[in-house]
């Protein structure tokens, strides 16, 4: 059973930092590449960050310079390290696990980020 169990999320102000983590199981990681997406209220989903197992990584323009994904593979987590962050940074952030050779396609259930004073 594929689990992506995602942490971190909550409350904080304007200019302020946060860490989500999200803990894979019941996938090879090596074999995913791991990603952070958002969506706000009435909005669509959309990408914030992908990484592959060489550690690759892709951002989404206006995240660059503010935020860093990362894995570890020995805990088989990746991190999303959230900095200067602003209100319209508020969403649901979730992770994904996404292999096109196994056309595996996984998703957490999601942790609230609310940015406000």
């Known amino acids: 059973q594929v689990q992506l169990v995602e942490s971190g999320g909550g409350l904080v102000q304007p200019g302020g930092s946060l860490r989500l983590s999200c803990a894979a199981s019941?996938?090879?990681?090596?074999?995913?590449?791991m990603g952070w997406y958002r969506q706000a209220p009435g909005k669509q989903r959309e990408l914030v960050a992908t990484i592959t197992d060489s550690r690759i990584t892709n951002y989404r323009d206006s995240m660059k310079g503010r935020f860093t994904i990362s894995r570890d593979s020995a805990k088989n987590t990746i991190y999303l390290q959230m900095s200067s962050l602003k209100p319209e940074d508020t969403a649901v952030y979730y992770c994904?696990?996404?292999?096109?050779?196994?056309?595996?396609?996984?998703w957490g259930q999601g942790t609230q980020v609310t940015v406000s004073s």
């Open positions: 019941g996938i090879i990681f090596s074999d995913y590449t």
């Open positions: 994904n696990a996404f292999s096109g050779g196994l056309r595996h396609d996984y």
